[in-house]
């Protein structure tokens, strides 16, 4: 497991006096030196995830609101402005910092005989399926990027222009591939927040879909991405949880169905639960979910497992405070921890439901028609979804169904199963051009084809002059 660590940085300040000191430093350790040992590495990378998961940063709470102009989250209205989600874009970049630090170490033969090739490979794997990882959240949100990589000149000497989509995702598909090659499809010491080969697999495999679809609509990458999750699906190193009332509790948090996630314990924890309670269960209600859209998700249990919408049998429109749903996901925390304000619940980065509906999604389209395996993929999600009852709510996929309409039931699918987990109906939104088609009715007079890119941070634009702003927005 990944373990936050803080790094103390002592600076020595001069004294002055009349009385000449002979200095003999005990210890000097610059930055180029302290990246020798495995434990300095690993630092580095738990510091990259520390960037963006901690208490109140990154995506621990706050962090959905970035994504609130889909039609899941409540408050977006499709009028994005400037500098929105700008904390999201400076601590994936700082964290892009931490592992192009620890990747230039590693180059330059900092660890020596400090560890066998095998250990560095490893260590180098998770470094990169790391930064690929963040600059697959960056590419998607905002497009051309400053790609910063560990042998890029001093980027305030020599501030980088934005590098185009295609290129960005150059980078993404070596950088975890090496993850693939190198990292051990399980880990032999008790972690269970280290990346695996097939949580490399699975992500590629991800951004592989993505690349098929829009903005590059590169559509030979979707045989690319059913081969990688039908990989992950066949070897079984993750299964899916039967149960749909126990695919997010404490226990289940870190496994069998979770290939990837951020991490916290009750040393380090995350935000108050109160912050996804709704006021007449005494809590804040920071973020809550549209209720048109709540109210359109099919009655099955696993509505009732995702999303709070009735308290002992009062639905969401008659409680006293907050009257709209609330997400339940992240609710399942003990009553012991409630009344303590304290929870150990994460956020998925990657689970097995996604590569399932990865491998469907992407075997059909490549396919021109679902395939058997690709019905049989997406069946498993929705017949967990209805506690594997026939359920005319909800049914299942068909071999007999057309290209369009089996595509259009896994964009349905992820939408109801990947609710609330790190973009991924955003994401989804976005890359299948249909935010406008999704958005309310209400709003659909505010959209424009802009939305689809976020607006470059206004404090990069004034810092970098090299660095456009995207399309329909303002230059500070």
Request: glycine share 4%; proline share 6%.
């Amino acid at each position: 497991m990944y373990k936050k660590i803080f790094h103390i940085v002592l600076l020595s300040f001069p004294f002055f006096s009349c009385k000449k000191l002979t200095e003999t430093p005990i210890s000097i350790v610059e930055p180029r030196q302290f990246y020798a040992t495995k434990s300095q590495i690993e630092s580095a990378i738990a510091a990259s995830m520390n960037a963006l998961w901690d208490v109140w940063i990154g995506y621990q709470a706050p962090g959905l609101s970035y994504f609130n102009h889909d039609d899941q989250i409540a408050g977006g209205t499709l009028v994005i402005p400037n500098n929105h989600a700008s904390d999201l874009w400076a601590r994936h970049y700082q964290a892009i910092l931490n592992l192009n630090t620890a990747i230039t170490a590693m180059k330059k033969g900092n660890l020596g005989s400090a560890v066998n090739e095998e250990t560095y490979n490893q260590l180098m794997g998770q470094a990169l399926f790391l930064r690929g990882w963040n600059y697959f959240v960056l590419v998607r949100l905002w497009g051309d990027l400053p790609l910063v990589l560990d042998d890029t000149p001093d980027p305030i000497l020599a501030p980088p222009y934005r590098t185009p989509v295609s290129d960005i995702y150059t980078v993404i598909e070596k950088d975890l591939s090496f993850a693939i090659a190198n990292l051990p499809a399980q880990w032999t010491d008790g972690s269970f927040a280290k990346p695996t080969r097939d949580a490399a697999k699975g992500m590629l495999a991800k951004a592989y879909l993505t690349m098929a679809t829009a903005p590059l609509n590169k559509t030979a990458y979707f045989e690319k991405a059913a081969t990688l999750a039908k990989e992950v699906i066949d070897a079984g190193h993750y299964t899916l949880i039967q149960d749909i009332n126990q695919v997010f509790t404490v226990d289940t948090r870190y496994g069998p169905e979770v290939l990837f996630t951020f991490a916290s314990n009750y040393a380090d924890g995350t935000v108050s639960p109160q912050v996804w309670t709704p006021p007449i269960l005494n809590g804040w209600g920071d973020i809550s979910v549209q209720p048109q859209w709540a109210d359109a998700y099919p009655e099955t249990p696993r509505k009732d497992a995702y999303i709070l919408t009735m308290l002992n049998g009062v639905k969401y429109t008659q409680w006293s405070g907050s009257r709209t749903p609330f997400i339940k996901k992240y609710m399942y925390d003990s009553p012991e921890d409630y009344s303590a304000y304290r929870s150990v619940v994460v956020l998925p980065i990657l689970r097995l439901a996604d590569v399932y509906l990865i491998y469907a999604e992407a075997a059909n389209m490549a396919n021109g028609a679902p395939t058997q395996e690709a019905v049989n993929a997406v069946n498993k999600i929705i017949g967990r979804a209805n506690n594997y009852m026939a359920n005319p709510h909800h049914p299942l996929a068909t071999v007999g169904m057309s290209r369009d309409a089996f595509d259009a039931l896994v964009i349905e699918e992820r939408n109801q199963e990947l609710c609330f987990e790190t973009g991924d109906r955003w994401f989804d939104l976005c890359r299948k051009r249909i935010l406008k088609e999704k958005t309310l009715a209400f709003y659909q007079q505010n959209f424009s084809e802009d939305d689809y890119l976020y607006p470059i941070p206004d404090n990069d634009l004034r810092l970098n002059k090299n660095l456009t702003q995207n399309s329909g927005y303002n230059l500070p």
